[in-house]
């Protein structure tokens, strides 16, 4: 199944007009929004913090992954709107990528037995042979 690679930035901070410094968002609303996007999508991955700015105001922002089925990027939408509520923004930006992902299986589908194969066409005459990538000696294999 084809999927889009969606990521979105999610502010630290309130973005409120009181005269203090920001106050931090509670590191409970951040779960939340870990839980909606396992939930909703099945994972996610945390992109780390990054320092911005969004006109003119300096933020630092934690930024998410999320592999979505185009059919699903509505809800999405829906969850990044809410955070954006939640938190006092103007806008909150989603980036959806043009290119498609998806999800390789690992996992033999019977306990012990190997990955399946898939055919390989046969090389023709005027094709180059290529070297196998070896990420580790086999004895080095964990």
Same mark, same amino acid.
């Given at each position: ?78 969850? *990044? ?24 299986? *690992? ?36």
């Amino acid at each position: 199944m084809k999927r889009c690679i969606c990521s979105f930035n999610v502010p630290v901070a309130y973005n409120d007009d009181s005269p203090e410094a920001p106050h931090p968002v509670e590191p409970e609303l951040f779960d939340a929004i870990e839980r909606a996007l396992d939930r909703q999508f099945g994972g996610y991955t945390d992109l780390g913090r990054r320092p911005g700015s969004w006109q003119g105001q300096k933020e630092v922002s934690a930024w998410y992954c999320v592999y979505v089925e185009p059919e699903r990027i509505q809800v999405l939408r829906q969850i *990044i709107t809410e955070i954006g509520v939640k938190l006092g923004q103007k806008q909150m930006a989603l980036e959806i990528s043009a290119a498609t992902s998806e999800l390789i299986d *690992i996992e033999p589908e019977e306990p012990g037995a190997p990955p399946p194969a898939k055919k390989l066409k046969k090389k023709k005459k005027d094709q180059k042979t290529s070297t196998p990538i070896v990420l580790w000696p086999e004895e080095e294999k964990p």
